[in-house]
């Protein structure tokens, strides 16, 4: 069975032979297998009234396990953000109660942001939503000893790539 990067390959073979167009074997699917999952991703948290972000935001304050919550500046590194963007982004989840701004207890002239009681119970309720249908897709396609293959493989691109910390 071909997929859509295959045709375009075939097609670059065809007008163009010269050029090894393999690594967009590579780079084709990993693009468009980003766009795809983001999308499934996507529909999942709309289906749960919460938009890809507003989950992510809020998972990075639930796995940091930090009660006194984490800095702007530190949200904004583990979710590879821009400043304006983290800005408006805690602006919104804190207009909806998820979170909140608190005077940080070690500098006083900086703000901490931690997740409320509801926004800390709502990441807990969707976790294992979300974990179970990343499986489901996953599954949809992967064996269990496909996905063992694929994981050190894709940490070693990444690491290859500088992705080997949060900050």
Same mark, same amino acid.
């Given at each position: 069975?071909?997929?859509?990067?295959? =045709?375009?390959?075939?097609?670059?073979?065809? =007008?163009?032979?010269?050029?090894?167009?393999?690594?967009?074997?590579?780079?084709?699917?990993?693009?468009?297998?980003?766009?795809?999952?983001?999308?499934?991703?996507?529909?999942?948290?709309?289906?749960?009234?919460?938009?890809?972000?507003?989950?992510?935001?809020?998972?990075?304050?639930?796995?940091?396990?930090?009660?006194?919550?984490?800095?702007?500046?530190?949200?904004?590194?583990?979710?590879?953000?821009?400043?304006?963007?983290?800005?408006?982004?805690?602006?919104?989840?804190?207009?909806?109660?998820?979170?909140?701004?608190?005077?940080?207890?070690?500098?006083?002239?900086?703000?901490?942001?931690?997740?409320?009681?509801?926004?800390?119970?709502?990441?807990?309720?969707?976790?294992?939503?979300?974990?179970?249908?990343?499986?489901?897709?996953?599954?949809?396609?992967?064996?269990?000893?496909?996905?063992?293959?694929?994981?050190?493989?894709?940490?070693?691109?990444?690491?290859?790539?500088?992705?080997?910390?949060?900050?």
């Amino acid at each position: 069975m071909a997929d859509a990067v295959d =045709q375009i390959t075939a097609a670059w073979r065809e =007008q163009r032979p010269d050029v090894d167009s393999s690594p967009m074997e590579i780079f084709g699917r990993l693009s468009r297998l980003g766009r795809l999952c983001d999308k499934e991703l996507s529909d999942f948290f709309r289906t749960h009234g919460l938009e890809r972000w507003e989950f992510d935001v809020l998972a990075t304050l639930r796995r940091s396990g930090n009660e006194s919550g984490l800095s702007a500046g530190a949200l904004n590194k583990a979710a590879m953000l821009t400043s304006g963007a983290i800005t408006n982004r805690i602006d919104r989840l804190t207009a909806k109660g998820w979170v909140a701004r608190v005077p940080d207890p070690t500098d006083r002239r900086a703000i901490k942001v931690v997740l409320t009681d509801e926004g800390r119970a709502l990441v807990d309720r969707l976790l294992p939503l979300h974990t179970a249908n990343e499986d489901r897709i996953l599954t949809a396609a992967l064996t269990p000893t496909d996905r063992e293959t694929l994981i050190p493989l894709l940490r070693k691109f990444a690491e290859s790539l500088g992705d080997t910390s949060l900050a």
